[in-house]
């Protein structure tokens, strides 16, 4: 089945860096979605993407759909605590399936 | 507008015994999801359902698992026997149809003991 490669597996930083993650498959998808999950809730959706290039900010999170269709990466930029969480990639395939990666656990420095 | 809501939100069982959580989907959503998530996992797909009838359930342990949405809104996922292999948070998420955001409930977080 569909596979996402997600690095870091986790990040320990300081307040005020960016932050870099991203996913990898060797499945092509046609859409591209980044989720953060805090403790005891579920996902929340942060940023989708729905064609192959395309370059999506909210806020401080800039996210990019690569031109293979295999790949994308999030930034977040000037980290706050409030970032903390674990970030998850997600691909839809065959129509609307989601596939999620294992996720990056972010840890912020005060 | 509510968000999806589940219950309970924690479960500790022993194994071989039976389990079944709830969800309440957004008002209105057509598409409900049950995703299975292991620690340090990203969700898994159970089974999705449109109204009540079941759309993919290829991932869903049938031996195991059942789900039912008898009146395409609630949903009820249970599990008999369970494993300890089971412990897992079991999230729930609603969309408008397939091809809408998905909005995730909390979880309810099964420990087989």
């Known amino acids: 089945g569909q596979q996402l490669n997600q690095s870091p597996q986790s990040m320990f930083i300081q307040e005020g860096e960016d932050v870099s993650m991203n996913c990898t498959s060797s499945?092509?998808?046609?859409?591209w979605l980044w989720y953060k999950q805090d403790p005891g809730e579920g996902p929340v959706l942060l940023i989708a993407l729905y064609k192959a290039g395309e370059l999506t900010s909210n806020g401080r999170l800039t996210a990019q759909f690569g031109i293979t269709r295999k790949d994308s990466f999030l930034n977040i930029s000037a980290s706050i605590p409030s970032d903390v969480g674990i970030y998850f990639c997600a691909g839809k395939w065959d129509g609307n399936k989601l596939v999620f990666g294992a996720g990056t656990i972010l840890r912020v420095k005060s | 507008e509510a968000g999806v809501a589940q219950s309970p939100r924690y479960k500790i069982i022993e194994k071989r015994q039976s389990v079944a959580f709830w969800c309440n989907p957004i008002s209105g959503h057509a598409t409900l999801y049950w995703y299975q998530q292991i620690l340090g996992q990203g969700p898994k797909l159970l089974i999705q359902?449109?109204?009540?009838?079941?759309?993919?359930d290829s991932q869903l342990p049938k031996d195991r698992f059942s789900a039912e949405r008898l009146k395409g809104v609630d949903s009820t996922l249970k599990i008999q026997p369970a494993k300890l292999e089971d412990s897992a948070v079991y999230l729930c998420a609603s969309s408008l149809d397939p091809s809408y955001e998905q909005y995730f409930g909390p979880g309810t977080r099964l420990t087989v003991t």
């Open positions: 499945s092509i998808f046609n859409t």
């Open positions: 359902f449109q109204n009540n009838g079941v759309v993919d």
